[in-house]
């Protein structure tokens, strides 16, 4: 595999652990709101193959503890479940981005041990799910997806950016029915930087007030509903 960018150091994006993150380039969605439109579009300056990735994990051993798997949407390349096993071999614990348009990729990994945390966007309520992606969208395997996590063979999370012009209050509660019984929930407050449709930048999303009335309308649907 090649990457589109590569982070050596992160507390954040794997719960409890130390990690690194590599970003995969491409993705079929192109959601206007994307912070990482090089990897959309594939413009991306510098490209990291997988032999400098592995060498890197390999001098990290005990330093670090997992890797996170991003993008771009990682489940769209046929040599990832490959990659994953070398970083597995090396030690390491693997966290995964996905969109969940892929469930069958998906459900490889989770049947080959090769995956130990699943962080999943869900984007809007499945009605609006085209609209939102800017792009035609099986819905059912996105519902497939998310029926796949909830069983709770790895752990995951589920999560939505939001901002107001695309995901109302009535669409958290419709996605809240829709995920009914998770385990975790995080509502995403949107930060205009650099996104795939500048026009964007002048969208709005809640406050933190807001958010905290949404996150208790939320919390009756799922085990835990977070604010990040």
């Known amino acids: 595999?090649?990457?589109?960018?590569?982070?050596?150091?992160?507390?954040?994006?794997?719960?409890?652990?130390?990690?690194?993150?590599?970003?995969?380039?491409?993705?079929?969605?192109?959601?206007?709101?994307?912070?990482?439109?090089?990897?959309?579009?594939?413009?991306?300056?510098?490209?990291?193959?997988?032999?400098?990735?592995?060498?890197?994990?390999?001098?990290?051993?005990?330093?670090?503890?997992?890797?996170?798997?991003?993008?771009?949407?990682?489940?769209?390349?046929?040599?990832l479940p490959a990659f994953i096993k070398k970083v597995k071999k090396l030690g390491f614990v693997v966290k995964l981005d996905s969109n969940g348009t892929n469930p069958k990729m998906l459900r490889q990994l989770i049947k080959n041990h090769l995956v130990d945390y699943i962080a999943m966007d869900i984007k809007s309520p499945l009605s609006k799910y085209s609209q939102t992606v800017a792009r035609p969208v099986e819905i059912r395997a996105i519902r497939t997806s998310m029926n796949l996590l909830i069983t709770g063979m790895v752990p995951y999370e589920f999560r939505t950016t939001l901002i107001k012009v695309l995901v109302t209050s009535e669409d958290l509660e419709e996605i809240g029915r829709e995920i009914k019984g998770a385990e975790r929930y995080y509502l995403q407050k949107f930060i205009p930087t650099k996104i795939l449709n500048p026009q964007f930048l002048r969208k709005t999303t809640y406050s933190d007030e807001e958010l905290k009335i949404l996150q208790k309308k939320l919390s009756k649907y799922v085990q835990y509903c977070g604010i990040r």
Do not use: Q, S
């Open 1 to 79: 595999m090649i990457f589109g960018g590569f982070e050596k150091f992160t507390l954040i994006d794997y719960p409890g652990k130390v990690a690194c993150m590599v970003y995969t380039i491409g993705c079929n969605f192109r959601c206007p709101y994307c912070h990482n439109p090089e990897l959309v579009d594939e413009t991306v300056e510098k490209i990291w193959t997988e032999k400098e990735i592995l060498i890197f994990l390999k001098k990290r051993r005990n330093l670090l503890d997992g890797l996170v798997i991003t993008g771009g949407e990682p489940t769209i390349h046929k040599d």
